[in-house]
């Protein structure tokens, strides 16, 4: 009962959770926040994020320059330091900013619970990287039994999102670095998850610069010529013409096909998170 609370109370999101910390009325006096020495922080070693553009810390750098560290970091006690839970990048930024201290709000939290806050806070901000997003739920899974069901409600995200974004970490080494790179996209990623050699697609879609939905059309050109021999005759164009509006409103490959009593229209789908989108869309999900 109190660990489905406290994901309840995660769930809420990290701004919720430092607003309930400063409450006069109700927070405990010692978790008010207030300033520390830059030197008395230390980074937090399960920080899913691992990379800082240089370009958008410079940018912070001059703005905590000007104002300060507007937002106080979130920090837990780890014997006599502090150890960051959420607020690295600011406390990289007063650092080159030559500040001697900054705002801290204090929070007793355990590994777990320091290493959840890490991600929602990470998460909602979009700082990371699909794969530092991907190792943090893995990390999750792996350290304390969370099952993508939980994840998906401590993080704020669906499950689909969850199953698509750790299966990023099945993907080869080189596949990988182009995510890693922003060379492609996870969009990109999930479309080729299934074909026979995603490495070459991936160097395709770098190469052409493909869009995501054009790299979810390489899968068909893996079709044999034997089945398109086979294939039945052309529709009439009043059909392909009502196909392709409906495939450029859901993003998706449409089929229509007529019969004697009514006929079908079938939606090809290769990932979870298209199979949300469209359920979404009928307002099932």
């Known amino acids: 009962m109190a660990d489905e609370l406290a994901r309840r109370r ?26 520390l020495s830059i030197a008395s922080l230390r980074p937090n070693p399960r920080n899913p994020r691992k990379s800082y553009d240089p370009a958008e810390l410079d940018e912070l750098v001059q703005s905590v320059r000007e104002k300060g560290v507007v937002q106080p970091i979130l920090v837990r006690p780890v014997g006599t330091e502090f150890e960051i839970i959420a607020g690295e990048r600011r406390w990289r930024a007063a650092q080159k900013a030559g500040l001697h201290d900054v705002p801290v709000v204090v929070q007793e939290a355990t590994d777990k619970e320091a290493l959840e806050l890490a991600i929602i806070e990470n998460v909602q901000r979009s700082d990371l990287n699909p794969l530092e997003e991907a190792a943090g739920y893995q990390q999750l899974i792996d350290d304390f ?13 669906s499950r689909p999102h969850i199953a698509n974004t750790l299966r990023l970490l099945k993907f080869s080494p080189a596949v990988q670095d182009y995510l890693r790179s922003g060379q492609i996209s996870a969009g990109h990623a999930r479309a080729i998850a299934t074909l026979p050699d995603p490495d070459a697609a991936a160097q395709k879609i770098i190469a052409g610069g493909l869009t995501v939905r054009e790299a979810e059309a390489l899968g068909d050109t893996a079709e044999t010529p034997r089945k398109r021999s086979t294939a039945r005759p052309d ?44 359920c979404r869309r009928l307002r099932f999900g």
């Open 145 to 157: 039994q969370y099952t993508q069901a939980q994840l998906a409600e401590v993080i704020g995200k």
């Open 235 to 278: 529709k009439d164009a009043d059909t392909r013409a009502l196909e392709k509006q409906v495939s450029d409103g859901l993003g998706l490959a449409v089929s229509i096909a007529h019969k004697p009593d009514g006929g079908e229209v079938r939606i090809r789908y290769k990932t979870l998170e298209q199979l949300d989108d469209v």
């Open 10 to 35: 995660l769930g809420r999101g990290l701004a919720t959770l430092i607003g309930d910390v400063e409450t006069p009325a109700q927070a405990d006096r010692s978790r008010a926040p207030r300033r």
